[in-house]
């Protein structure tokens, strides 16, 4: 039986060129919205994100919890807060369970071992890790653990523009790591920040062909938030409705994939996150990380800006997406196959 549109199989970088320059975007997104359809139904999946450490070792030119920022109050949550934390986000609903740091090596092998143990013991959720770059032998025992998906993004594939945007990472070895990644049978995710300073329309086309060409379980993609204490603070914000029209072209380049619509569209644009679940995306990654830490997870200016208690937090999300004729889904929202 033959489908009823036929997944895009692959732009050339020409026409992705020109549908990021809004050729089309009616075309665009309408038939991001029929493809994501396709996929999941009116369905957006809640994905529960616990950020429990801003701790990190790395330098990222963009990120707020870089570790030349010296402004941060920095913490780092026990096994006993986070499991508080997972069982809120259980109890609200949510299919997955996303735990996500800074590069903090401070939490051992074991730990997060350990974690993902009680976790599953407790509670049905998938668990996504998003933990940073980690040695392959941890991510083969967190895998045997029982940890679901890891989420790795390489931010762009434009080997310049990593060099001068993540000083101290390496290009080659984040690519290999993912494929690792891959082959310990991850649900894997991968993304890019669009308009991160530097980057061209012809960066970001590239950047989209090799997302797709990664076969990747989740792609991630959201617009730059220019934070004050990095050295990038003077660059402008990037663009929401070019983050939206990269995901209605990654949709229809892969159909199956979960693609997230980022808090960072949130931060730029009142409505932008929700509106995002139109054009392409079909995830949405509340925070449970405790109210007491939570706005010093800073990785831009409005994310976990939110003066509202967690269950505010949630109907509002909830509504935004009721609003557009959705669904939020406790389901844990696997990929569709390639
Ligand atoms: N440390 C881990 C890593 O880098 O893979 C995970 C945590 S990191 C804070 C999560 C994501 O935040 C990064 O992959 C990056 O895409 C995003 N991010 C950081 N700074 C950003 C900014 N200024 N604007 C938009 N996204 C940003
Ligand atoms: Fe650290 Fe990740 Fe931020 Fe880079 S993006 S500074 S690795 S938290």
């Keep these: ?190 993304g890019i920040i669009t308009d991160l300073p530097g980057m061209t329309d012809e960066i970001l086309a590239r950047d989209i062909i090799q997302l797709t060409r990664l076969k990747l379980d989740m792609i991630a993609c959201g617009p730059f938030v220019a934070h004050p204490q990095t050295p990038m603070s003077l660059s402008g914000n990037g663009s929401v409705l070019k983050s939206h029209r990269v995901s209605a072209i990654l949709r229809l380049m892969n159909p199956g994939a979960n693609i997230p619509a980022t808090s960072s569209l949130e931060a730029l644009e009142p409505g932008a996150r929700a509106l995002a679940l139109l054009r392409g995306c079909n995830v949405v990654m509340p925070s449970f990380t405790p109210q007491n830490v939570f706005s010093q997870y800073d990785i831009y200016p409005g994310k976990n800006a939110a003066k509202a208690f967690l269950r505010e937090r949630l109907e509002v999300i909830r509504n935004q997406i009721r609003q557009h004729g959705l669904e939020p889904s406790s389901a844990r929202g696997d990929a569709r196959s390639h």
Excluded at 96 to 115: A, E, F, P, W
Excluded at 139 to 147: C, D, M
């Design 1 to 190: 039986m033959s489908p009823v549109i036929a997944p895009e199989s692959l732009f050339s970088e020409r026409q992705i060129l020109e549908l990021l320059g809004g050729g089309d975007d009616d075309w665009l997104f309408s038939r991001a919205r029929l493809a994501t359809q396709l996929a999941f139904g009116d369905q957006v999946f809640m994905r529960g994100i616990v950020e429990f450490s801003n701790h990190c070792r790395n330098d990222c030119h963009y990120c707020g919890l870089r570790s030349g920022n010296r402004e941060l109050g920095r913490y780092r949550l026990s096994q006993a807060q986070i499991l508080e934390a997972v069982d809120q986000a259980a109890a609200f609903g949510m299919g997955t369970l996303v735990l996500q740091s800074g590069d903090d090596n401070k939490y051992r092998c074991d730990d997060i071992s350990q974690l993902i143990h009680q976790i599953k013991a407790k509670h049905k959720l998938a668990i996504t890790l998003s933990l940073g770059d980690r040695s392959l032998e941890e991510l083969a025992q967190w895998r045997q653990a029982g940890a679901d998906r890891y989420l790795l993004k390489m931010e762009t594939f434009d080997r310049r523009l990593f060099a001068e945007s993540r000083p101290r990472a390496n290009f080659d070895e984040r690519l290999e790591r993912l494929r690792g990644i891959q082959a310990l049978g991850y649900q894997t995710g991968c």
